[in-house]
């Protein structure tokens, strides 16, 4: 089955110990990007990744990393989380363009609460 | 970068009625809008898209709009029911290479039995 998988799905935390959320997707997709969804907001991108070894920011990517060694996967990072990283994160995947050039294919999402 | 806005931010109708959610974006460059919807819990989920190239397109009850030239495109639901109760996100982006597709701040919709 087509998949995007993140993991935790739910996480809390104390500010300032370094978390790692993982993503994974079995569509050989070449683009995958991390989004935060906060109430009234909608979807931020954080980072993006166009393929192995190729990251760059998104609209918010002040204290997360990420890293792309292998093409499923796509982990992010919070080396020393605070309490506005609260919130709902999603990890996507998308294909090369196609009919739908850039139709993202959501992970179930996790949610991440720092105190 | 580009700038996209949705409106209205919570839509209510009686099921059976119609619902609009209009977007505007700013770069005339972008040519690619998908519209998402997600569902209470869920993640979202591509329900429609349209190039620049095309005015309209229609998919049984949903359908959408684009103007170019005013740089807005709508998403159209008609006959609603219950379970299209949900969050609606519009989306701009550019076709070819990979570029950030950049989504308005969302639409609850609340359809009433």
């Known amino acids: 089955e087509a998949q995007v998988t993140q993991n935790p799905r739910y996480l809390i935390t104390v500010t300032g110990k370094k978390l790692t959320v993982t993503c994974s997707q079995n569509?050989?997709?070449?683009?995958m990007s991390w989004y935060r969804q906060d109430p009234g907001l909608g979807l931020r991108q954080i980072y993006y990744s166009m393929n192995v070894e190729v990251t760059d920011k998104g609209d918010v990517p002040e204290g997360y990393k990420v890293s792309r060694k292998e093409k499923r996967n796509f982990p992010l990072i919070l080396e020393s989380p605070s309490p506005n990283q609260t919130s709902l994160y999603f990890c996507a995947s998308s294909s090369q363009p196609t009919a739908r050039p850039h139709e993202q294919y959501f992970g179930p999402g996790t949610r991440l609460t720092v105190t | 970068g580009e700038n996209v806005e949705q409106h209205p931010s919570t839509l209510s109708v009686q099921e059976g009625d119609s619902a609009v959610i209009k977007c505007t974006y700013s770069?005339?460059?972008?040519?690619?809008f998908p519209w998402y919807k997600q569902e209470l819990g869920k993640r979202p989920q591509l329900i429609i898209d349209i190039r620049s190239n095309v005015g309209e397109k229609k998919d049984q009850r949903i359908a959408v709009t684009l103007n170019k030239t005013a740089k807005h495109f709508s998403l159209h639901i008609t006959e609603t029911q219950p379970e299209d109760s949900a969050v609606y996100f519009c989306a701009a982006s550019k076709i070819g290479g990979y570029s950030t597709l950049t989504f308005g701040k969302g639409t609850m919709l609340l359809v009433s039995p």
């Open positions: 569509m050989n997709h070449e683009y």
């Open positions: 770069d005339s460059a972008s040519n690619y």
